[in-house]
């Protein structure tokens, strides 16, 4: 090999995230996805739009964090490859990505988001916190008025995936 080659191989070698990284993460994705709307079959179809929806994903990563990854040297190779573990038909990583992480999340939140909205008086009142406010209910309206309030939120978000509100006279409480 003469020293031209071994320099071009060099810089291959070097740059390879940069050189396979859009066609792992493009070129071929789209290719096979252009083939998968020319089937009939829809699990190839369901296979490149969950690649789509998690390659969205992981670009709005980049773009959200993008000066904290430009600190870490191995971000391309550790993206480059699981890229082409989301990719390759053979590990079907976008569908098991998608099954058990985004779409459990998505589907059926598990979790019940609680806000605490104060309403302040003014500017300089002190700020409550969740902990005051419930002990100010408990102390206003007893104990039992407040267990009913949370049997009912209880009720009403597992009946409902819609965003609900209380108000007391000083407070507002929303869960989701």
């Known amino acids: 090999m003469g020293s031209g080659t071994g320099n071009f191989l060099k810089v291959v070698l070097k740059n390879f995230d940069v050189i396979a990284g859009p066609v792992v993460s493009l070129v071929y994705p789209l290719y096979a996805s252009i083939r998968a709307i020319e089937t009939k079959s829809p699990i190839d179809d369901q296979q490149w739009l969950t ?3 998690l390659y969205s994903m992981i670009t709005l990563f980049e773009l959200t964090f993008a000066k904290v990854i430009e600190w870490l040297p191995f971000w391309s190779y550790a993206k480059l490859i699981a890229t082409c573990w989301l ?8 569908a098991y990505v998608y099954e058990h992480f985004v779409r459990p999340f998505i589907v059926n939140p598990r979790t019940v988001n609680i806000w605490y909205v104060p ?12 902990i005051t406010a419930a002990e100010k209910y408990i102390e206003e309206h007893g104990p039992d008025a407040f267990e ?23 407070h507002r409480y929303r869960y989701y």
Request: charged letters at 30%; zero cysteines.
């Open 148 to 170: 009913n309030i949370i049997n009912r939120a209880g009720k009403e978000s597992k009946s409902s995936s819609s965003s609900h509100t209380f108000i007391d006279e000083n």
């Open 87 to 94: 990719v390759i038909p053979y590990f079907s990583g976008a």
């Open 51 to 53: 690649y789509w929806v």
């Open 119 to 130: 309403r302040k008086k003014d500017i300089f009142s002190k700020p409550d916190d969740i």
